[in-house]
Nanobody
Framework: QVQLVESGGGLVQPGGSLRLSCAASGRTFSDVNMGWYRQAPGKGREFVAISGYLGTTLYSDSAKGRFTISRDNATNTLYLQMNSLKPEGTAVYYC?????WGQGTQVTVSS
């Protein structure tokens, strides 16, 4: 069974940076897509970025140019480097693999 554990969230000022991690276990992940989603208070879950198993990446418009998704297949870890964070980036960030979800990690962008 796939298990996902997100970490790296926290409180950051606008313009700051955070690096999220998602530790995956339960199978090999080098042959599957892995992605990040987020859910802001009172809103639905929205797509942030995806890392394709063939090396491609895709970003939402809000993430493009500021966020970088990467993966380490040797350690089954997915990352999300977030720079120039904005208050509207406040949300719980979730890792998604094969429609499995972790518990999420809270990111709060506030001064």
């Amino acid at each position: 069974q796939v298990q996902l554990v997100e970490s790296g969230g926290g409180l950051v000022q606008p313009g700051g940076s955070l690096r999220l991690s998602c530790a995956a276990s339960g199978r090999t992940f080098s042959d599957v897509n892995m992605g990040w989603y987020r859910q802001a208070p009172g809103k639905g879950r929205e797509f942030v970025a995806i890392s394709g198993y063939l090396g491609t990446t895709l970003y939402s418009d809000s993430a493009k140019g500021r966020f970088t998704i990467s993966r380490d297949n040797a350690t089954n870890t997915l990352y999300l480097q977030m720079n120039s964070l904005k208050p509207e980036g406040t949300a719980v960030y979730y890792c998604d693999v094969l429609r499995y979800w972790g518990q999420g990690t809270q990111v709060t962008v506030s001064s």
